[in-house]
């Protein structure tokens, strides 16, 4: 077969149509959408003919083109409507072209109306072709009072593609977008590689629901596939540390009520993470705390929904200190109002999980997600490590736990100005400089920090793990005090 007349489009920016024609690439076993020919498109229309309009993805596809000739109950007497309605949008790139223009790709809209009765305006697509649309006599949004946007053949192909190229969550969609063609290619072709083998699957054994691609919430499958990428992929090394954008959107077009909630991740979490997973190192630190961030089951076999730390990698940067507070010191939360008894952060210990807690980790997430200057991150480090080597010295309990159990600004200055006053005696030189004082606890480059306890519990993570690998902490685990609950809100 010829090649394509005209050149097909790359990604467009536009999140929906990308995760299409991701998934018509990937579909046909290219790397990027421009590679596509008429061939591949034509490969792609056969399989939506032969699949869309039999179950398990005729009854999938009403979260995704309700009332579409795919779906529409009409249509159940009337099968050859439904065979028309597949050829039509899948084989409109083959169709003469309109006089309109695709906005999207800029390519000529297909000259053909799109659906059985022909009696559309030819080339414009709806909200049953199209998810999130308005429908056909909704005028609303549109210029000129024109309802439906006009749409290449290749535009409406990759849109019908784009359910195969999700992750089926709850009865809803998960599109994940990136500016990264690798990282939106992998989520695309994962994607449509679990929902092709759930169609094999559901026919197997009869069903007519096509299955779950994870059992996790939303946040979490997308978390939980990012560190399988960054994990798996060959990252290019000519675009450095340039951290790729990455946005779920979790949506439904079901005719009962559309819904659409976007997940961003902030690109200071996305360049964490890959460090993260190109170096074993900090790999092994990570995979330890996430282990024990699933939400706890009620018995044995069942599966968790959710992992409260991917969840929480969502607040971030805003949100730090308190993920610091959670993940890094191992501090338990205190939820206020209603509680969830499964959520695993309410057993967490420092005291327990000491062997948890690594420095090396969380330096390298205050450089990157909190971009806080080397000289500060020294400060603090230098306190943990001086502070650490006093209470090893003198075996002194006192001052760790009036450090650890501070419960304001004036208690943890007075703890610190005694053990530097104690150090001065014995003819050394004082536990902490003003400056390093000022930089840790209340302001770097003239700005001051809110949060006196950010600081301290930092210096808490080099203090405590300093003590573990000296096998202070183990001896004394008993006699120190426990480990007080975080509010949610602090």
Not at 268 to 283: A, D, T
Not at 287 to 311: C, F, H, M, S, V
Not at 398 to 411: I, T
Request: charged share 25%; net charge negative; glycine share 6%.
């Amino acid at each position: 077969m010829s090649e394509m007349s005209f050149s097909p489009p790359d990604y467009t920016g536009h999140p929906l149509l990308d995760v299409g024609l991701a998934t018509l690439t990937a579909f046909a076993g290219r790397k990027r959408p421009a590679q596509l020919t008429e061939e591949d498109l034509r490969l792609a229309a056969e399989y939506i003919r032969e699949n869309y309009i039999v179950d398990p993805l005729k009854s999938f596809l009403n979260v995704a083109f309700p009332n579409s000739g795919f779906t529409n109950p009409a249509f159940e007497k009337q099968p050859e409507k439904r065979r028309r309605y597949a050829e039509i949008v899948a084989g409109a790139f083959t169709a003469p072209p309109g006089t309109e223009r695709d906005p999207l790709t800029g390519l000529p809209a297909t000259g053909v109306p799109l659906n059985p009765d022909g009696d559309l305006p030819p080339g414009r697509t709806y909200r049953q072709h199209v998810p999130l649309l308005t429908g056909v006599d909704v005028i609303n949004f549109h210029p000129y009072g024109e309802a439906g946007i006009p749409l290449s053949g290749v535009s409406l192909l990759a849109f019908q593609m784009l359910p195969m190229g999700c992750a089926k969550v709850s009865g809803k969609l998960l599109a994940v977008h990136s500016d990264d063609p690798d990282l939106l290619l992998y989520f695309a072709k994962t994607f449509l590689k679990t929902n092709q083998q759930g169609v094999n699957v559901a026919r197997a054994a009869g069903e007519k629901k096509l299955p779950d691609t994870a059992p996790h919430r939303a946040r979490t499958v997308l978390i939980e596939h990012l560190l399988k990428a960054e994990h798996e992929l060959a990252r290019l090394e000519s675009n450095g540390d340039v951290p790729a954008t990455l946005t779920g959107y979790y949506f439904t077009n079901s005719g009962q009520g559309a819904e659409l909630d976007i997940y961003p991740l902030p690109l200071e979490v996305g360049s964490f993470l890959k460090v993260v997973m190109k170096n074993p190192v900090f790999q092994s630190d990570w995979e330890a705390l996430t282990a024990r961030g699933w939400q706890l089951t009620r018995k044995e076999g069942d599966i968790p929904r959710y992992n409260r730390l991917y969840e929480d990698l969502f607040s971030l940067p805003e949100g730090a200190a308190r993920f610091i507070r959670l993940y890094f010191l191992r501090k338990p939360s205190r939820q206020m109002g209603a509680v969830d008894k499964q959520d695993p952060t309410l057993t967490y210990d420092t005291r327990r999980e000491a062997n948890l807690i690594s420095w090396r980790l969380t330096e390298l997430f205050l450089r990157k997600v909190m971009l806080m200057e080397d000289s500060r991150v020294q400060s603090i480090r230098e306190l943990g490590d001086a502070l650490a080597q006093y209470i090893l010295d003198r075996n002194d309990r006192g001052v760790f736990n009036a450090f650890w159990m501070a419960r304001n600004y004036g208690e943890l200055r007075a703890v610190l100005i005694r053990a530097s006053a104690a150090e001065v005696r014995a003819g050394r030189k004082p536990l902490i400089t003003l400056d390093q004082f000022l930089a840790v606890f209340e302001q770097s480059e003239g700005v001051p920090f809110a949060d006196w306890r950010l600081g301290r519990d930092l210096v808490l993570i080099r203090l405590l793990e300093q003590l573990y690998q000296k096998g202070w902490l183990q001896a004394h685990a008993e006699e120190l005090p426990e480990t007080a609950p975080e509010e949610e809100n602090s």
